[in-house]
């Protein structure tokens, strides 16, 4: 069988384990990727909506001529994706499959879709190839167990899978595709677990763990070895500098991490970046990262206000456990970036000035500031629903993913501006000179959102000086590759 994907602005490892699932069971796939140039979600860049390769990526999509159309669809991207699938389900007339993040919290609004047959409800490596094979063989798809059918104005919904709880089985990603649009060059993604044991309000992952209790375990890490194997893999393939461990926390194992990073020095030892946790943070774990040649640790702070973070966010941590991760993590030389998060429902303008003072206490590397986003169905979406922050026509909004975390805030809320103000201004006074941090805190007050947009943008190779480097390479590697891809297309047309 033949399968398309389709996916916008940044690689996809969870369409990467796909593509290699498939390929290990003898399917075909292809990759239509739209580098998304005028919004990558970070920054609306409208003048450049004439430089997206829609028609051609159509084309592409024809001469593939697949059996099945598959999408992973992040919340803040399905506005792109319904942009472009009803061009692609009339020119191609085959089923459309979608999974991913919106999918999982909305699976039955997103069935609601005209242009979407049938959704994945969870783990798709072991569901996508049935559903193909059954197709293939001319057998009954409807009982494929993790996916959801449209069928003759009615929903059929199957059980969902267990877990797949040895994550060494799974082939290692596929990257080709994603590397020949340009996605990546010097910095390796890869993850080494699935799942997460905090319970972070804002974040998904507490949904995913609710909707697969009694599916397996949920926390799941790949074995030291089989990790190591993959990154040599990877590594003869791409002539990477650095690696990105993207799990959603790296050091929640310390016995884990006690075996990895030896073996990870003696072979490979390349800089490496990780999110760790502010409580999983000691002088003997960053102590072991570091012999490991670990060179940035993204540790999430969000909020700066004690109460906030125990009673909204469920991240029941003191301001000195925070400053102490901190301070552990520069003392070992380590890259330090911390996240913040503004716009909070029942956030006041002064424990967001809170926020801004416990990061400039921590005095990090690099700080990244974002605007909460009410994801569906997690805990603090209902509690903005429950307080008034949500309306009809937010949440409207967020089902249809419009926004996101680093645009303008969507709830209701008295101090909105602020917070969009703050979360731009933050990377620019975390690096500024300690004699213009004054008249930056005087702009941060009177609600300069638009100033701190240029500030932030202009600013980029400044304050983040790895992260924000890389993502120009790429974006201007993926706007070359796009071209040379449309001037073939126009060579083969002819």
Not at 10 to 20: D, V
Not at 229 to 257: A, C, G, P, R
Not at 395 to 401: F, L, R
Request: charged share 25%; aromatic share 12%.
């Amino acid at each position: 069988m033949k399968v398309l994907f389709y996916y916008r602005g940044i690689e996809h490892l969870g369409i990467e384990y796909l593509m290699s699932s498939l390929k290990e069971r003898g399917h075909q796939y292809d990759l239509i990727f739209d580098p998304g140039l005028d919004d990558n979600l970070f920054l609306r860049l409208k003048f450049m909506k004439g430089l997206n390769q829609n028609k051609y990526l159509i084309e592409k999509a024809k001469r593939f001529n697949p059996d099945i159309l598959a999408l992973s669809i992040p919340t803040n991207l399905y506005p792109f994706f319904n942009e472009m699938l009803p061009a692609l389900k009339k020119e191609l007339s085959v089923p459309v499959i979608a999974g991913g993040p919106h999918v999982w919290a909305l699976p039955e609004y997103v069935l609601q879709n005209d242009n979407i047959d049938m959704v994945c409800i969870g783990e798709g490596e072991e569901a996508l190839p049935e559903l193909l094979d059954k197709m293939e063989k001319g057998e009954d798809i409807y009982d494929t167990q993790n996916i959801w059918f449209k069928k003759d104005g009615r929903i059929i919904k199957n059980k969902r899978r267990n877990l797949i709880q040895d994550l060494d089985k799974l082939p290692f990603p596929d990257k080709t595709l994603f590397y020949e649009y340009g996605c990546f060059y010097d910095n390796l993604e890869i993850i080494t677990g699935r799942g997460c044991p905090f319970k972070c309000t804002f974040c998904n992952i507490h949904l995913q763990r609710k909707l697969n209790r009694g599916k397996g375990k949920f926390l799941r890490r790949r074995s030291v070895a089989n990790v190591i194997e993959e990154l040599k893999f990877q590594l003869n393939k791409y002539d990477v500098k650095y690696v990105s461990f993207h799990d959603d926390t790296f050091t929640t194992d310390m016995q884990w991490i006690e075996e990895f990073t030896e073996v990870y020095r003696k072979e490979i030892n390349l800089p490496f970046y990780c999110f760790v946790f502010p409580r999983t943070v000691n002088r003997r774990v960053i102590s072991m990262l570091k012999s490991a040649n670990c060179m940035q640790i993204f540790l999430g702070v969000d909020s700066g206000d004690e109460d906030i973070r125990r009673d909204l966010l469920k991240r029941p941590m003191s301001d000195e456990e925070i400053l102490s991760a901190g301070r552990i993590i520069k003392e070992h030389k380590i890259s330090l970036q911390a996240s913040t998060l503004f716009g909070l429902p029942g956030e006041s303008a002064e424990s967001m000035w809170k926020t801004l003072s416990l990061a400039e206490k921590i005095a990090p590397d690099q700080v990244s500031g974002y605007i909460f986003y009410p994801f569906p169905e997690t805990e603090l979406y209902h509690y903005s629903v429950e307080n008034g922050y949500l309306g009809e026509e937010e949440i409207h909004m967020v089902k249809e993913g419009i926004g996101g975390y680093h645009h303008a805030s969507i709830l209701k809320h008295p101090h909105k501006k602020l917070a969009a103000t703050l979360s731009k201004f933050i990377p620019v006074y975390n690096k500024a000179p300690s004699f213009i941090k004054p008249v930056i805190r005087w702009l941060m007050a009177r609600e300069q959102e638009k100033l701190a947009l240029i500030l932030y943008v202009i600013s980029i190779p400044v304050t983040f000086p790895f992260l924000g480097i890389e993502g120009i390479k790429v974006t201007l590697r993926m706007m070359w590759r796009a071209y040379k891809m449309r001037d073939k297309l126009a060579v083969q047309g002819s």
